[in-house]
T-cell receptor, first 114, second 111 residues
Framework: DSGVTQTPKHLITATGQRVTLRCSPR?????VYWYQQSLDQGLQFLIQ???????AKGNILERFSAQQFPDLHSELNLSSLELGDSALYFC?????????????FGPGTRLTVL | DQQVKQNSPSLSVQEGRISILNCDYT??????FLWYKKYPAEGPTFLIS?????DKNEDGRFTVFLNKSAKHLSLHIVPSQPGDSAVYFC??????????FGTGTKLQVIP
C-alpha cells in the first residue's frame, strides 16, 4: 500500500459525458501528479500540482482539467469524453516539487468510455 | 517523440537466472533515472534509481547500470524469482523535464 488513494476504481460512461477522478496523496506529500496509461502505452504525464499550484503540464488535452485543493487532494476532470479516452489513470504523490523525489502511485482508476 | 524507449515489450527468464531489462533515452538533459515495477491491478512502485554521476547502483538483487555515452541503462535482476514477474518501467528526468516514462517491459520468470 503506497498510501495514495484513488476513487473510483472503475468508471464506465458514455461518449460526450464528463467524469471526475479523485486522488488523496500520502500524508505529508505536497505534489500530486496525474498520468494516463492507454493500451500498450507507457505512462503519459498529464499534469502536476505542488501545494495547490500547477507546477508542470504534460500532454493534457484541453478537455481535461485538474486542481489541487487546500487539503492537498486532487481531482482530474475529463469532459466531452471520447472512446480514445478509455485508459488507466494514475495519480502519484511526492514530498517535494519534483525529482529526485520518489513518486508514490495510487492503484489507478480504469475509465471505460462506451 | 518517445524520449525514453524500452524496445522489448516482453522477456521470459528461468527462475534463478539473470534478467536484463534495457532502456534507451534520447534527451541529453536527463540526469536521473529510475525503474518502477508494476503488478496487475496495482500502481507502479519505485524499485531503484541512479544519478548520472554514477554508472552503477545496487540494491540487493537489483542493479542498474548507466552508460551515458550510449544513452543506455539496464536493470539486472539476479537471481530472478517468480515474484519478479511484472511490468518494469524505465523513467528519466533532468533539467526542467518532468519524469518521462518508457512503455514498459513485461517480465515473466518461469519456475
Amino acid at each position: 500500500d503506497s498510501g495514495v488513494t484513488q476513487t473510483p476504481k472503475h468508471l464506465i460512461t458514455a461518449t460526450g459525458q464528463r467524469v471526475t477522478l479523485r486522488c488523496s496523496p500520502r500524508s505529508g506529500d505536497l505534489s500530486v501528479y496525474w498520468y494516463q496509461q492507454s493500451l500498450d502505452q507507457g505512462l503519459q504525464f498529464l499534469i502536476q500540482y505542488y501545494n495547490g499550484e500547477e507546477r508542470a503540464k504534460g500532454n493534457i488535452l484541453e478537455r481535461f482539467s485538474a486542481q489541487q485543493f487546500p487539503d492537498l487532494h486532487s481531482e482530474l476532470n475529463l469532459s466531452s469524453l471520447e472512446l480514445g479516452d478509455s485508459a488507466l489513470y494514475f495519480c502519484a504523490s511526492s514530498v517535494g516539487a519534483g525529482y529526485p523525489d520518489t513518486q508514490y502511485f495510487g492503484p489507478g482508476t480504469r475509465l471505460t468510455v462506451l | 517523440d518517445q524520449q525514453v524507449k524500452q524496445n522489448s515489450p516482453s522477456l521470459s527468464v528461468q527462475e534463478g537466472r539473470i534478467s536484463i531489462l534495457n532502456c534507451d533515452y534520447t534527451n541529453s538533459m536527463f540526469d536521473y533515472f529510475l525503474w518502477y515495477k508494476k503488478y496487475p491491478a496495482e500502481g507502479p512502485t519505485f524499485l531503484i534509481s541512479i544519478s548520472s554521476i554514477k554508472d552503477k547502483n545496487e540494491d540487493g538483487r537489483f542493479t542498474v547500470f548507466l552508460n551515458k555515452s550510449a544513452k543506455h541503462l539496464s536493470l539486472h535482476i539476479v537471481p530472478s524469482q517468480p515474484g519478479d514477474s511484472a511490468v518494469y518501467f524505465c523513467a528519466a528526468a533532468g533539467g526542467y523535464q518532468k519524469v518521462t516514462f518508457g512503455t514498459g517491459t513485461k517480465l515473466q520468470v518461469i519456475p
